[in-house]
Structures are given as structure tokens and as C-alpha cells.
């Protein structure tokens, strides 16, 4: 996720919060073009950079930068993304580079709410984690896939003939746009920066499970009910197949780690074993 100052975190969850009262009146198409043209919006200010510095210039009048910023796309967005743009663009920002970052930030929150209007969120989070996951233990694709000195056409192609047919379209659109985006992170980085979002759109924490034994429909139920009243929220689960586990589960919310393994037990136990 994204780390932020504080002014920069202030600014961003003001614009969530106005993103948020949008999306809960819009329809899919309005959320999908809302999200398209945030994206063409941090597409050009990603290659403005004396733009960029002048419209989140906190010397400069609030009020000048919103001109500015009307001056430069006049009526080439529709008023929503406008709206949003100029709630960024009034805000105070702990450097340039955070008016972009949170631009972005919004446009995928529009396309989670087409995957959240359609019911789909859920498939969405989960097929963003197993691409993560797959992206993360192939080094080759994820070095071909991160080799910004490769066409984004080329490495687009390539990540639609690895997830041609498995995926949901706006999985799909968050992945190719995360090749695209500027400034991106590799794409295992990115996906699961896209699944804590999907989750967040649920208003779930996520609960990473590391398991050598698939669970049960029961089994995830169980734990997903337990995580929620230890955490007093509703609990995502991401599991993860781990061989190298002798038994038991590994769960990690957050920066905590439940070790609830064999070895960690182990572990835990020779700890307290006299010297």
C-alpha cells in the first residue's frame, strides 16, 4: 500500500471519502469511465513533472492550483473525475509525487466498485492474490514481465497469454493497467497492493494462511469467524499452499504473525528449555 506522510494520508482519505460517496450512486459504466479517465489524468501528470510540481505546490493558493488544473484538461473529463482532481489538487501534499500516487489509488478504487456492483469482488481479490503469488515464485515471467526496457505492449501480451480465460475483466484491467501505470512496482508487488485494496472495498482485513494441507469450506469458515473476533472485523482470507510446513497454519494480518505451525511451536518451545 501506499506509504504516505501524514499531510499526504490526510489528503488521500479526504478524496477516498468523497470517491466513496460517488460510487455508492454510480452505475458500473460511470465507475469504469470515472476510473479510465483518473488513469488518463496520472498518465499526463506522470509525464509533466513541472505540472505536477506546480499543482501540489503548497506555496501556491489552493485556489490557483484548481485553476491550473482546469486550464490544463478543460471539459476533457467528465465532472466526477474533475470533482475528484480538484479535491486532490486543493489538498496538501507531503511531496509532488503523492498527488499522482493517490490519483491512481482512485482509479482502481472505481474499477473494485464494477467488480463489488457485478459481485465479483470476492473473485477479484482472490484471482489478484494467486497472480501475485504465481508472479512472485516465477522468476522468468516476473523478470519479463518487470523489464520496463520492453515494450508495455509486449509485456501486456505476455501477462494476457499467462491469464487469458482465468480471470474476471477487471482483474484483467487492474493487472494491465499496473504494467502500464508509471512509476509502477512489479507486478507481484502491485496485485497484492491490489488485493489489500479489493479487500478494503469490502471493508475486510486480509489474513494471509499458510497452510501445507488445503482447508475445508468448514475449516476456512471457522478460522475466518475466529480472526474476526480476535481483529473485531470481518477477516479475508488468502490462502497460500506452503509444503514446507510440518503441520498447522501460519497467519499474518499485517505486521503480526499468528505462528500456530509445528515448527514454530517447536521453536517456541525450546526457547523456554534451561540452558
Keep these: 500500500m501506499l506509504h504516505l506522510q501524514a499531510a499526504s494520508r490526510r489528503a488521500l482519505a479526504a478524496a477516498r471519502e ?3 460517496g460517488y460510487l455508492d450512486g454510480a452505475g458500473e459504466a460511470d465507475a469504469e469511465r470515472l476510473g479510465d479517465e483518473l488513469f488518463a489524468a496520472v498518465d ?3 509525464g509533466q513533472p513541472v505540472l505536477r510540481r506546480h499543482l501540489a505546490d503548497p506555496a501556491t493558493e489552493a485556489a490557483d492550483r484548481t485553476r491550473l488544473l482546469r486550464a490544463v484538461f478543460g471539459t476533457k473529463l467528465g465532472r466526477p473525475a474533475t470533482q475528484l482532481l480538484e479535491e486532490l489538487v486543493g489538498a496538501r501534499w507531503s511531496q509532488p509525487r503523492d498527488l499522482m500516487d493517490a490519483a491512481e489509488t482512485l482509479g482502481r478504487l472505481a474499477l ?6 457485478q459481485g465479483a469482488i470476492e473473485d477479484v481479490e482472490d484471482e489478484l492474490f494467486r497472480v501475485g503469488r504465481l508472479v512472485d515464485r516465477e522468476a522468468q515471467l516476473r523478470s519479463l514481465l518487470g523489464d520496463v526496457t520492453a515494450p508495455a505492449d509486449r509485456r501486456v501480451q505476455l501477462l494476457r497469454s499467462v491469464i487469458a480465460g482465468q480471470v474476471h475483466p477487471v482483474t484483467e484491467r487492474l493487472l494491465v493497467r499496473a504494467i502500464r501505470a508509471p512509476h509502477g512496482l512489479g ?3 502491485a496485485a497484492e497492493e491490489l488485493a489489500e485494496l479489493a479487500a478494503e472495498r469490502r471493508q475486510r482485513f486480509v489474513a494471509r494462511v499458510s497452510t501445507p494441507v488445503a482447508l475445508t469450506d468448514a475449516q476456512q469458515e ?3 469467524a475466529a480472526l474476526s473476533r480476535i481483529y473485531g472485523r470481518d477477516m479475508s482470507l488468502q490462502i497460500e499452499l506452503d509444503e514446507n510446513l510440518l503441520g498447522g497454519l501460519v497467519v499474518r494480518v499485517g505486521d503480526e504473525v499468528i505462528d500456530g505451525s509445528i515448527a514454530g511451536r517447536l521453536a517456541a518451545a525450546r526457547q523456554h528449555l534451561p540452558h
Excluded at 473494485?112 to 456492483?117: P, W
Design 18 to 20: 468523497r470517491l466513496d
Design 222 to 224: 471457522r478460522l475466518a
Design 187 to 189: 507486478l507481484d508487488r
Design 44 to 46: 499526463l501528470l506522470a
Design 112 to 117: 473494485l466498485a464494477v467488480a463489488q456492483q
